[in-house]
């Protein structure tokens, strides 16, 4: 990928997000697939395939560029064992296991947000 402009848009949109604490937060957590990945990764390190497996719906290829991006933002640990074939496994790192807490949170707060909006529509038929 190249270079993203000083002056573009989407550059100038990045730097007042990054301002705000819980924006910035809600960037690195965001997304289809990271809080999903996280979540599985809470009680045990996972390999690769362990992950596709408890995520369906998710490619290889979309496992592996969250995998990478969640790596670099320093919320999963990535560890390579020298074997043959070659074993990989994921773990959240300590910064990340801060999460789990608000994520739980969140997952509280979805499903009685589900629930709400499931009566709303119920009492509009």
């Not at 993203?4 to 924006?23: A, F, G, M, R, W």
């Amino acid at each position: 990928m190249g270079k993203i402009k000083e002056n573009s848009t989407n550059n100038i949109n990045k730097q007042y997000i990054y301002e705000c604490d819980l924006s910035y937060a809600v960037c690195k957590i965001g997304g289809r697939w990271k809080l999903f990945i996280l979540s599985r990764l809470k009680d045990d390190k996972l390999r690769f395939s362990e992950l596709k497996r408890a995520i369906s719906g998710i490619t290889e290829r979309m496992l592996t560029l969250q995998l990478k991006e969640l790596e670099k933002e320093g919320l999963i640990k990535r560890t390579v064992y020298a074997e043959v074939p070659p074993r990989v496994d994921y773990e959240l790192t300590d910064i990340a296991r801060e999460l789990i807490p608000i994520w739980d949170a969140l997952n509280t707060w979805g499903g009685k947000h589900r629930k709400f909006i499931e009566q709303q529509e119920q009492s509009e038929e």
